[in-house]
């Protein structure tokens, strides 16, 4: 199963919005016939590759143990039920770490596998699975993403200078670590604050990538620039409003972007874009991790909303003093109101800390 996990993170920034897995085939002996992982949107899933790559190997698999980090699936998507290629391979015994979320799938695999007359074992690798696959879960159970909140800042909190400057408070190890977080994503979320102070692309430079993460924008007002960076050819991009303007809507659908109007139904959300609707409709659209770079604003929004499942910070040592928050929420007045969290890892990268941490049983769904 360590074979299968490892091969699974090849999938980690090319299979969303499938999940990622990994499958090993082996002989009685433990000898390696097959391997593969998840493929591309549409592309073959990790048990097909595995059985593909025995075959070109020339091994046959009559008898042989699938190990893979997913409950083969079991219905026709994009793709054929991997468990009925499985069956018709020969293989004997199956071991899967986890049941599969999509209730279009969960548990209906593994019982086709034992009517055919094969061992399944369930279990090894299962916290590291699900895990690996948080966002999928996430989705296909809460049908909303997992949101994760990327922030770099100096030691003292301040991601930019009173002036709006903030290129650059990192290091470029942290900057090409960002963008690899990116690529994983299945969407990269912004405010129209952010693309109107920095034009910026939020697409995948650093790191070698196969896919570009789907773009989103809170835009209440429908300010957004036609002639944005942000307009990449073969992503989408969403455009959440609040504020009707029909003629600009029409201008940025001709540009190739989506306008999806979400307007809050409280008195204090009134003019702003609701984002626990926009969250629901993004589990619509498939979208299994948020990556969220915005300001302190959107930020602080989605903080007191409890929309933040995990916070991805970068800290570099040096103290701007006055300057830009994190995030703006509050006033607590007391110190028991404050968010807790709790710390998943501390890296070094370069000169900087990187610091993934997670609201404490915001993973329990």
């Known amino acids: 199963m360590r074979g299968a996990l490892d091969i699974a993170y090849a999938a980690l920034a090319i299979s969303p919005p499938n999940p990622r897995v990994g499958?090993?085939?082996?002989?009685?002996?433990?000898?390696?016939?097959g391997l593969g992982h998840t493929q591309r949107t549409g592309g073959p899933h990790a048990e097909i590759m595995a059985l593909r790559d025995a075959a070109a190997q020339g091994h046959s698999v009559v008898g042989a143990t699938a190990y893979v980090t997913l409950e083969p699936c079991s219905h026709?998507?994009?793709?054929?039920?991997?468990?009925?290629?499985?069956?018709?391979?020969?293989?004997?015994?199956?071991?899967?770490?986890i049941a599969d979320p999509n209730p279009l799938v969960s548990g209906q695999g593994f019982a086709r596998l034992r009517a055919a007359g094969i061992e399944v074992i369930v279990g090894p690798g299962a916290e590291e699975s699900r895990e690996l696959n948080i966002g999928f879960f996430s989705r296909m159970i809460r049908k909303t993403p997992w949101v994760r909140l990327k922030i770099a800042a100096s030691l003292d909190g301040k991601t930019a200078l009173d002036n709006g400057a903030s290129q650059w408070i990192t290091s470029a190890e942290a900057r090409t670590d960002g963008h690899a977080w990116r690529a994983r994503a299945c969407a990269v979320l912004t405010g129209i604050g952010t693309v109107l102070a920095d034009n910026p692309r939020l697409d995948v430079r650093?790191?070698?990538?196969?896919?570009?993460?789907?773009?989103?924008?809170?835009?209440?007002?429908?300010?957004?620039?036609?002639?944005?960076?942000?307009?990449?050819?073969?992503?989408?991009?969403?455009?959440?409003?609040?504020?009707?303007?029909?003629?600009?809507?029409?201008?940025?659908?001709a540009k190739g972007a989506t306008v999806i109007y979400l307007p809050g139904q409280q008195p204090e959300t009134q003019g702003k874009v609701d984002l626990a609707a926009m969250l629901m409709d993004l589990g619509k659209r498939e979208i299994n991790e948020l990556h969220v770079e915005a300001g302190h604003k959107l930020n602080g929004s989605l903080i007191r909303e409890g929309l933040v499942d995990e916070f991805l910070v970068y800290l570099a040592p040096k103290l701007m003093g006055q300057g830009r928050d994190m995030a703006s929420f509050g006033p607590l007045t007391e110190l028991s109101q404050a968010i807790p969290l709790e710390f998943k890892s501390t890296d070094m990268l370069g000169p900087d800390l990187r610091i993934v941490a997670r609201i404490p049983g915001r993973d329990q769904f």
């Open 23 to 33: 499958c090993v085939i082996t002989d009685f002996s433990g000898k390696t016939l």
């Open 76 to 97: 026709q998507g994009r793709t054929g039920p991997c468990c009925d290629a499985l069956i018709a391979a020969g293989i004997k015994k199956v071991v899967a770490s």
């Open 206 to 253: 650093l790191v070698d990538t196969l896919r570009q993460p789907h773009l989103v924008v809170v835009d209440s007002r429908l300010e957004m620039p036609l002639d944005a960076h942000l307009f990449i050819a073969g992503r989408a991009l969403y455009i959440y409003a609040a504020v009707p303007n029909d003629a600009k809507k029409a201008a940025l659908e």
